[in-house]
């Protein structure tokens, strides 16, 4: 049995969840909080970051990896574009969304959403606005030029759609939203990301672990 290591509310455990949900491949979950320090996950991943994952021996860490190995393992249904210049296209999304864009709605997550509940602190409003204002814009405009105006950015759904979304689904419990009269395009393939059944079965799951209404 494959064991995944992290909990709900992480972009990089959904993307594992969600790829294992949607292969039909069986798997328990290990809650692994992320910043924890354990010893034990550090003998996992010694970056202690989650996801990881186990299976009959293999240990493997990354979400990019791990969704890979879970490619190869269990081809169908394919989660990522055959077409070799789709593929690295898709490849540069799930690089860049759970780099760079990642970091900066984590930035606006932690400041409003974690910092609040979890520190009983008060947002830096000022990060947030540089983030949304400044640092956010130049990253949407790129993706919007990657979105087919509607539908699935390689036909089928792939995990570049989830990568491209994932960050913005945790920018959102924040109470930040894709400006759909400037980036059309991209804020519909946010909302048909999140109506994909495995998508929308995880983040029930998701919004009741985070103690959302
Ligand atoms: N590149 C990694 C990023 C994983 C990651 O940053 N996970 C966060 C939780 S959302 C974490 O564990 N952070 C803890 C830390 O940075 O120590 C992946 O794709 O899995």
New binding site residues.
Partial sequence: MISVYGVHG????RKVFIALDIKGIPYEVVPQM??SGDKDYLAINP?????ALINDGLTL????VICRYLESAYPEPALYPGDPAARARADWLEELC?GAVAEMAAGIFFQRFMRPRAFKQEPDEELIAKIINDRLPPMLDHLEGHSSGGGWLFGDFTMADLSVASPFINASYAGYEVDSSRWPGLAALIAEVRAHPAVAAVLVKEAKALGMP
């Fill in positions: 992480s972009p990089f455990v992320p910043f970056l202690g970051k989650i996801p860490s990354d979400s990019k759970g």
